[in-house]
């Protein structure tokens, strides 16, 4: 099991700078992967994604490179001297037409910048990830090993809390059958009460005894509680899963809806009351079920 939160850090020293990567994850419903890169390093982005992408499932993961050391960026000045030689004319022509007496200089140039063009220097897309992976590679490692240990102890938290629901439900099956016992014969009492002040003879019998299935089928919540301790042993075995938590969210819910229509139809102020707790339990599993990856 593992949280969707943590942090991890990662240096690698090449030449003479260094290059530091920070990895940091938040819950989200999917993978959100936000980077901040320096310009040196942005054809890298979508090879960064990717690998990203391949150690980790959900959360939002902001990943920061930084280097300090000797000016990584080196610029080359690329000059357009066909584009100069027709700039120095146009001056000579204007200066000659406009009758101007001051000399042309090469300050007169540099107020026509058009032709000047800085060019960062192209580095082959290898030799910028050997750079970047090391650090980038020990960030992600410290950061899977943070969400890993958050995720144990979200585990026990939530193997404690299924103890106790565990233990509610056997509470609902211990008086399954009084209380549907009960029911049957609140039931019967009233039937012999009707029969009493109703004919009989005067009553359709295959439709009495079709309303009367029915209205039994009413009182028993077997099915219900087998499904909820059925849900109870898979919330378990999913646990057990790497990437468990929109599973386990799923589970929960099928949890909440038979639980609620379990209570329904009991129709008893003792499991009304258990059904809160359980209900309580579950929300509770799912406050902490929004962590897991």
Known sequence: MESMTGFGKGVSQTGNYTITVYAKSLNHRYLDISLRIPKRYTFLEEKIRKFVSQNFKRGKIDIQIKYTGTELDEKEI?????????????????????????????????????????????????????????????????????????????????????????????????????????????????????????????????????????????????????????????????????????????ICQEMFREINTLSNKAQSSEISLIAVKIKDLIEKLREQIQNIA
């Open 78 to 250: 690329s000059v357009d001297i066909s584009l100069a030689r027709k700039l120095k004319k146009a001056l000579i022509r204007l200066k000659f037409e406009l009758g101007f007496e001051d000399p042309l200089t090469f300050s007169d140039f540099l107020k026509f910048r058009d032709y000047l063009v800085l060019e960062e220097k192209e580095e082959e897309l290898e030799k910028l990830w050997e750079e970047v992976f090391p650090a980038l590679n020990n960030a992600l490692k410290e950061l899977k090993d943070s969400r890993v240990k958050e995720g144990s102890s979200l585990k026990n938290i939530l193997e404690d809390y299924l103890k106790v629901l565990t233990n509610e439900v056997s509470q609902i099956e211990k008086l399954k059958e009084k209380i549907i016992e009960e029911k049957k014969e609140k039931l019967k009492t009233k039937i012999e009460e009707l029969l009493k002040e109703f004919d009989l003879k005067k009553i359709d019998e295959n439709r009495f005894y079709q309303e009367l299935v029915y209205l039994l089928d009413k009182l028993d919540f077997s099915e219900e509680l087998d499904r909820l301790k059925s849900h109870v042993l898979h919330f378990k075995n999913v646990m057990e899963e790497e990437y468990c938590g929109k599973k386990l969210d799923f």
